[in-house]
């Protein structure tokens, strides 16, 4: 114990405060909440495993013109995904935006429900007001408020003109985007790291403090590993949103800037083309899951 | 061959049902006297609630608003149900001849519509009610181009590079300009010759916008000097104070119809043969000439006065309507094509 360093003297103290001890489960406990979960778990079962099946059928079906699906068993759309070009770029750029998106989310959540969390004072819950406040506008009409600030003429554009004499068009850009999902995101991002910060008790960095560790070193060794199952969750969280973002891409990313689920869209209802519609619902949805449940892993790990 | 056994009939019949369960109304049998109009919103389902509804007495009219795809997607997703949620369906003409081609689609009966013998005849198809119309035509700004261009060839000049503008949605009729004015005939949407004149725009900076409204927006803010759009809308847009003004494409401007058709499975053929014809009725045509600025499609419907003058046609212009039994059998190569290569960067 003497040779230990600070920080893993600290850990296990820490992680004894913050986490309470479970209970021992007195019998007859567990029958009652499975009997209370069942309907749920059964309505779960019906409202989202019974169309996800219907929707991988529908993947293995033919495409036709005049009849809409001719029912076969086939893996042409699956194949027509992944040996195109044109589609894997898409995937690629989806991706790309995703976790461009999450990293901003996180750097930028972080240190805002860090701070919240900490917070004292009576204007926190204003502060949290105004951090939700967002989410009770329409997704979509956020991201009108975003292409007029972005368009030409608005108000980066005029504003980087009059100061450079050069127009600065972000309207139907990666980084217009990226700049419409991390808005979306970042209040589920701060709200859930935020909430896991609650549950760390300050103590524990004031003893870190009598210790001698730096504000830093304190962040580093003490908060982080007990917030980062919240981190990750928001980050997962975070993830999922941009895989899946829609009106975002469509609206800030013009016709010009793909990604899935407009694509996905586009082959639904343009098309009709509803077998490769699935198909490409079903990769987008295997990718998140596999992306997520690998770094789930790798944090359980760690 | 697909397998076409009963046992697989029935199959496909269960899968239709339940893909289209989630899009049922709750709808009562006893309600004969019930219209469900599936409509876009806006200015066009205002003026169907102000001015065609009144025609219809004893008839309550339900609209079910959203966008044409969804729509569509609805009336596929209900083929197999003996009884569809909707009585008319607004489409554009392109879209009703594909549902038509599909066999989704109650014949019109002329003997219950009497007002389609009123129809232009270049207009007329068997199951698509045409409701209004349209000339695609090339806008400018005039206080930033001085010698408006006459033909697609036109927008080809260097000095609108990166200053023309179309909708993303309007691909096929942007294609069918390029097809006429690459092999003179508006149905050859896939002829090599109308790819490479579609890409030689794209290559001069087209800007592809995601709504049509934007195009208006694109010319207002001076992003984009030159386009493609309806004529209706350069009107709407004028009404709007946005300095647009639109001229005629010398070789021929294809036509832009909406209007209405009726599924096999509508639960009420009578009052929707009933609501087509009061669409069709000159009183309420001219009310949407008036606030839309598109053509009555019907020619007992002569437009006067100021109104009259203002959505006049030149003599000279040539009007090309589509043939829709060609061009409907292209419209999912021609969507993959642009957008794999002319909404790529």
Redesign the interface.
């Known amino acids: 114990m003497v040779e230990q360093d600070h920080d893993s003297l600290l850990m296990p103290d820490s992680a004894a405060l913050a986490v309470p001890r479970a209970r021992p489960r007195q019998r007859g406990q567990g029958g009652a909440a499975s009997a209370m979960l069942g309907p749920a778990s059964l309505f779960v079962a019906l409202a989202l495993v019974a169309p996800l099946l219907?929707l991988l059928?529908?993947s293995l079906n033919?495409?036709d013109?005049?009849?809409?699906m001719?029912?076969?068993v086939t893996g042409a759309n699956y194949a027509r995904f992944v040996s195109d070009p044109?589609y894997l770029g898409v995937l690629r750029t989806t991706l790309g935006v995703a976790v461009a998106t999450t990293a901003l989310c996180l750097l930028l959540g972080v240190p805002l429900a860090y701070r919240l969390a900490r917070m004292t004072s009576r204007w926190k819950g204003a502060l949290m007001l105004a951090l939700i406040l967002p989410l009770f506008i329409g997704n979509t009409v956020r991201m009108v408020g975003w292409m007029i600030l972005f368009?030409?003429?608005g108000l980066v554009d005029g504003l980087v003109t009059k100061l450079t004499g050069h127009g600065f068009e972000l309207m139907y850009t990666a980084t217009a985007v990226i700049c419409g999902i991390v808005s979306v995101n970042l209040p589920f991002v701060v709200l859930t790291i935020q909430s896991t910060m609650e549950t760390i008790d300050p103590r524990i960095e004031e003893a870190a403090e009598s210790l001698g560790a730096t504000p830093v070193r304190r962040f580093r060794r003490v908060v982080w590993p007990l917030a980062l199952p919240g981190v990750a969750t928001a980050g997962i969280l975070c993830f999922i949103l941009a895989m899946n973002a829609y009106a975002t891409p469509?609206?800030l990313g013009?016709?010009?800037f793909?990604m899935m689920a407009p694509?996905l869209y586009?082959e639904?209802?343009?098309?009709?083309?509803w077998p490769f519609a699935s198909a490409i619902a079903l990769i987008l949805m295997a990718t998140t899951l596999v992306l997520t449940a690998t770094s789930g892993v790798l944090l359980a790990r760690r | 061959m697909?397998?076409r056994s009963p046992l697989?009939t029935t199959?496909?019949a269960l899968?239709g049902a339940?893909?289209a369960l989630p899009l049922l109304h709750a709808r009562p049998s006893y309600a004969d006297e019930q219209v469900v109009v599936g409509t876009w919103g806006g200015d066009y389902a205002n003026l169907l609630r102000d001015n065609v509804e009144p025609l219809l007495k004893g008839i309550t009219i339900v609209t079910d608003i959203g966008?044409e795809?969804?729509r569509?997607?609805k009336l596929?997703a209900q083929?197999r149900l003996p009884r569809g949620s909707v009585d008319v369906a607004c489409v554009q003409a392109v879209r009703g001849n594909?549902l038509s081609?599909?066999?989704l689609l109650e014949p019109l009966d002329a003997t219950k519509v009497p007002n389609l013998a009123h129809l232009h005849p270049f207009l007329r198809t068997d199951n698509f009610a045409p409701h209004i119309y349209s000339l695609q035509v090339l806008i400018h700004n005039p206080a930033t181009v001085s010698e408006p261009p006459k033909t697609l060839t036109d927008l080809l000049d260097p000095k609108y590079k990166g200053k023309i503008g179309v909708g993303?949605g309007n691909y096929f009729y942007v294609m069918m300009a390029c097809a006429l004015a690459a092999t003179g005939d508006a149905n050859k949407v896939d002829d090599p010759a109308a790819r490479a004149m579609a890409t030689k725009h794209n290559d001069n900076g087209l800007r592809?916008?995601?709504s049509t409204d934007a195009i208006g927006?694109?010319i207002k803010?001076?992003?984009i000097d030159v386009g493609i759009m309806w004529l209706a809308r350069v009107h709407m847009w004028q009404g709007a104070g946005i300095p647009v003004k639109a001229t005629f494409f010398s070789e021929g401007n294809v036509l832009y119809v909406a209007g209405m058709v009726v599924p096999k499975n509508a639960p009420n053929k009578a009052g929707a043969y009933a609501y087509l014809n009061a669409m069709l009725e000159p009183a309420a045509q001219t009310k949407f000439a008036e606030r839309m600025g598109y053509l009555p499609t019907v020619d007992n419907d002569k437009l006067t006065g100021p109104l009259g003058e203002q959505l006049a046609l030149p003599g000279d212009v040539k009007m090309v309507p589509p043939d829709y039994g060609i061009v409907g059998?292209l419209?999912?190569t021609t969507?993959?094509w642009w957008?794999?290569t002319m909404?790529?960067?």
């Open positions: 219907l059928r529908y033919r495409y013109a005049v009849e809409l001719i029912e076969t044109f368009a030409h003429g469509f609206l013009g016709p010009r793909q694509l586009w639904f209802s343009t098309n009709n083309n | 697909a397998d697989l199959r496909r899968i339940a893909a966008d795809d969804p569509v997607a596929y083929r594909e081609t599909s066999g993303n592809l916008y995601s927006a694109g803010s001076g992003e059998k419209q999912s969507s993959e957008n794999k909404t790529r960067s």
